[in-house]
């Protein structure tokens, strides 16, 4: 890598390497000025120091027990209000068997299960579920419900967050996905058409979660509205409640697909970005985060293999999963396939790395050499 004394990346790099604070200014630097091969070629050395050339992968799927939701954000192509002949809910006799067709030809250890913010969904319908799932399926880890349904479910039930969470918690929920948390800035969520304090609400949800024990991820969706230090705000949010309970377990970023939104319709983001900015990402979330959080993922889902792979070089430790089953992505229009566990075995394989096969709490439970 070509450093000369006076590139501020010195300064960055050194940081990153003795846990000093990378500053909003920095990050923003390193989004707007700094060369992609050097950012990579930093990163890639970094999660060298942390989990050497591993990566690990989960056998997973994608429930997505309802597509009926009160919030209707812009970005989104997949959800219904509940009057179309498309909208559906899923009973958990229903989820079950569904789980129960993937998980006897796949070996699934983890189940994300999220869907809209279905108002008619009361509290008892989650835990019958969870319990349900449990009950047949004991060594898969439930990591369910995004911040805005969880958040829902306590106004529905008029209790608080810290009680759905319990209950949740004792009918078999093991973690919370980190979707929802999009770009926390409230003037980007305006355009996104979120509530503007759902960045908080997310932040609040994660906390709460965390000081009770219970592990969760983070992600970051960039490509759309945004800038450079909105998303150096939104790394240090992570970075900041990450370092009062070290509760995320991963941080992914990935980019926005505008097929089929209201944004693309409303002419506000007229392209997906490429693939350098995906890689950009990577490198940098790296690079702030480093130790503090170890497991960046891949988001492979909306890239395909060839970018899963590029995004190892450029600092990701973790694949993400099999992801079967999945229905929010294709509403974009985008085709995207599942992957055998082979697939991505012979991908990281491919590129020299050590796969890895992991549960949903990242236990590892099987190397392949
Ligand atoms: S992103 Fe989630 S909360 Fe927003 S409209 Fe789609 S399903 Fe609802």
Redesign the pocket.
């Known amino acids: 890598m070509m450093l000369n004394v006076s590139d501020p990346m010195i300064d960055i790099l050194e940081k990153a390497r003795t846990g000093g604070e990378i500053s909003r200014d920095e990050i923003a630097f390193m989004y707007n000025e700094v060369d992609i091969k050097k950012l990579g070629y930093a990163a890639r050395i970094l999660t060298d120091k942390i989990t050497g050339r591993q990566v690990s992968f989960v056998s997973n799927m994608i429930l997505n027990y309802t597509n009926i939701?009160n919030?209707?954000?812009n970005f989104?192509a997949?959800?219904r209000t509940g009057n179309e002949e498309d909208s559906y809910t899923m009973t958990a006799e229903q989820v079950v068997e569904r789980l129960r067709q993937f998980h006897s030809a796949y070996g699934i250890r983890q189940l994300l299960i999220q869907g809209?913010?279905n108002p008619d969904l009361p509290l008892e319908y989650y835990t019958d579920l969870f319990r349900k799932i449990k009950r047949e399926f004991p060594e898969i880890g439930i990591n369910g419900l995004?911040t805005?349904e969880i958040s829902f479910i306590a106004r529905k039930e008029k209790t608080s967050l810290r009680d759905v969470l319990e209950s949740l918690r004792e009918s078999g929920l093991e973690t919370i996905p980190g979707a929802g948390a999009e770009i926390f800035s409230a003037d980007v969520r305006k355009v996104l058409g979120r509530p503007v304090n759902s960045g908080e609400q997310w932040l609040n949800v994660m906390e709460t979660a965390h000081s009770m024990g219970i592990k969760t991820s983070a992600t970051m969706m960039f490509g759309h509205v945004e800038n450079a230090y909105h998303r150096a705000d939104h790394l240090l949010s992570i970075l900041e409640l990450q370092k009062k309970y070290h509760g995320f377990l991963s941080f992914t970023p990935w980019n926005f697909e505008p097929g089929n939104t209201k944004l693309e319709r409303d002419g506000l983001v007229n392209r997906r970005v490429g693939g350098e900015e995906v890689l950009r990402n990577i490198a940098i979330s790296r690079i702030v985060f480093n130790r503090e959080l170890p497991i960046i993922q891949s988001s492979w889902l909306t890239n395909g293999v060839e970018m899963g792979q590029m995004s190892i070089y450029f600092g990701a430790n973790d694949w993400g999963g099999t992801i079967y089953d999945e229905k929010v992505i294709p509403a974009t229009g985008k085709m995207v396939g599942n992957l055998r566990k082979e697939t991505i075995i012979r991908a990281l394989k491919g590129i020299g790395m050590v796969p890895v096969e992991r549960d949903n709490a990242y236990k590892i439970i099987k190397t392949y050499v």
């Open positions: 939701c919030v209707r954000c989104c997949f959800y809209g913010v995004s805005s």
